[in-house]
């Protein structure tokens, strides 16, 4: 079952433009939301997280949007590096579920190229 | 800080064959975690585990997967027999305590498999 949709796939954007990248989720027990990023022959890092309870969250070039009623979040990367091409992540997890089996659950990822 | 090693970088083997990858998390991570990362696609979670004792392995499949961490700090983590399906990047990530949310999960940079 595939909790957290990711939108687009791939996405090209010319140096200096927006870029954007959507998720929807499912289960609203999901509470805290993190954006990984991934280059090339490297593990997943951590970009920027959001929970629930607020609606932007920015951090340098890098914001997270998030509608709770709508169960949707997204990542805007504002004037767009080419050192920032990689594969990005959103992600879910159920912060406040103590109980054995708390995950944190990856949508299927978007390839960005940010072209000089 | 040093980060989660992994070792094999790279490992091509024929079908039936087993493979063994190997986890050293950062210093301190009571929590470890084996994720699968096929092309294209968002890390899915195999097994999860708090010091040596496994949270979570529903996600696993037994019949030819084992993972162990006997002492608490590295982790190993067994494919045999091995099947084409199971061609993807095996990542290894830790963090400070079992909630991953909040508390940053680091990965590793992964074990490349390729099933021939």
């Known amino acids: 079952q595939q909790q957290v949709k990711q939108s687009p796939q791939s996405l090209i954007v010319q140096k200096g433009g927006i870029s954007i990248i959507n998720c929807a989720y499912e289960n609203t027990a999901f509470d805290y939301f993190p954006w990984y990023q991934q280059f090339p022959g490297k593990g997943p890092a951590l970009l920027i997280a959001i929970r629930p309870d607020v609606s932007e969250k920015k951090e340098g070039r890098f914001t997270i949007s998030f509608n709770k009623s709508a169960k949707q979040f997204s990542l805007h990367i504002m004037d767009s590096q080419p050192g920032d091409s990689a594969t990005y992540f959103c992600a879910a997890i159920m912060e406040a579920n103590n109980n054995a089996g708390n995950m944190l659950t990856f949508g299927g990822g978007t390839r960005l190229m940010v072209k000089p | 800080e040093a980060g989660v090693a992994q070792s094999p970088r790279y490992k091509i083997i024929e079908k039936r064959q087993s493979v063994a990858f190997w986890c050293n998390p950062i210093s301190g991570h009571a929590t470890l975690y084996w994720y699968q990362q096929i092309l294209g696609q968002g890390p899915k979670l195999l097994i999860q585990?708090?010091?040596?004792?496994?949270?979570?392995d529903s996600q696993l499949p037994k019949d030819r997967f084992s993972a162990e961490r006997l002492k608490g700090v590295d982790s190993t983590l067994k494919i045999q027999p091995a099947k084409l399906e199971d061609s993807a990047v095996y990542l290894c990530?830790?963090?400070?305590?079992?909630?991953?949310?909040?508390?940053?999960?680091?990965f590793g940079a992964g074990s490349r498999l390729t099933v021939l």
């Open positions: 585990f708090q010091n040596n004792g496994v949270v979570d």
């Open positions: 990530a830790s963090s400070f305590v079992r909630v991953a949310g909040a508390n940053v999960l680091t």
